[in-house]
């Protein structure tokens, strides 16, 4: 198995339907599927057992309790079970392009991390597509015509150069790296048990600490993001923002609390 995707999930089984339907379209098809829960719900077991029968890939499901948000501890479950030497990294509300994977894996180098873009999908057509259960009409005109946003990452560009020195953050929805530069660093801090901020924010200043490169992927992977309301507490991303802070200060890019407790 070449790649691994592993897809944070809490809860929305309808968007997780949606995101496996992206994938069961995929012209790439080295790869297995990890369900990444942050809770532990029968319905999921019994969900995943039935939609294995209608596709070809792998999924593998890894569940915690639920005890808050701690979806880096989930993340390197995740990772301490998957088969692929890439790991492609989606969340939960996010649906894959049909040549997101084939992207990377053509592009995947060492030192470099893979960060792809992301259109927002308006509430209109994100009702639409799950109301129907379908992805089937999902493209650039039904995006342009629904009043979604950053309509300009839906357009899909083969042949486009990728710019090797343009700076951009790493889009922790969509993006992918060497199984092996995780392990480096010992995977997700776990200390981070707050939403917001801590998850690739924290991987990217340690690994670009490292040399490593963030090599943006417009035109190349996209993702379409479910529309539905924010759930991020900005108390919660001050909390993780301030921790943030002194870790960089501290300068350890291995972190102590991480993806070798469950190897």
């Known amino acids: 198995m070449n790649i691994s995707v592993i897809i944070g999930f809490y809860k929305k089984l309808d968007f997780l339907e949606l995101i496996l339907q992206g994938l069961s379209a995929q012209t790439y098809t080295d790869f297995e599927v990890i369900v990444a829960e942050d809770n532990n719900d029968a319905t999921t077991i ?8 209608k596709v070809s890939f792998p999924i593998i499901l890894v569940q915690q309790e639920d005890k808050g948000f701690r979806k880096n501890r ?14 492609v990294f989606f969340d939960g509300d996010c649906i894959p392009h049909r040549e997101s994977l084939k992207e990377f894996a053509s592009n995947t180098k060492d030192n470099i ?10 509430q209109r057509i994100s009702e639409r597509i799950l109301k129907r ?12 015509l629904s009043g979604s946003k950053h309509i300009e990452e839906s357009i899909y560009l083969p042949f486009a150069w990728i710019p090797k020195k343009k700076k951009r953050g790493l889009l922790g929805c969509n993006y992918s790296i060497q199984k092996k530069a995780l392990v480096a ?19 990217e200043w340690r690994l670009l600490k ?38 960089k200060e501290a300068g350890n890019t291995y972190c102590t609390n991480g993806l070798i407790k469950h190897v």
């Open 113 to 122: 991390i893979l960060s792809g873009r992301r259109v927002m999908l308006s």
């Open 133 to 144: 259960n379908s992805i089937q009409r999902l493209n650039t005109l039904s995006v342009a």
């Open 210 to 247: 490292l040399n490593y490169t963030i090599q943006p992927m417009k035109f190349k992977s996209i993702v379409y993001h479910i529309y539905h309301d924010s759930n991020y507490d900005e108390s919660d991303v001050q909390f993780n923002t301030a921790m943030m802070i002194r870790k």
């Open 74 to 87: 989930i993340l390197n479950k995740a990772i301490s079970v998957s088969s692929g030497n890439i790991l």
């Open 46 to 53: 019994a969900f995943i057992n039935a939609y294995q029968k």
């Open 185 to 203: 660093i010992n995977g997700f801090d776990e200390d981070y048990e707050k939403a917001g901020v801590g998850e690739d924010s924290d991987i």
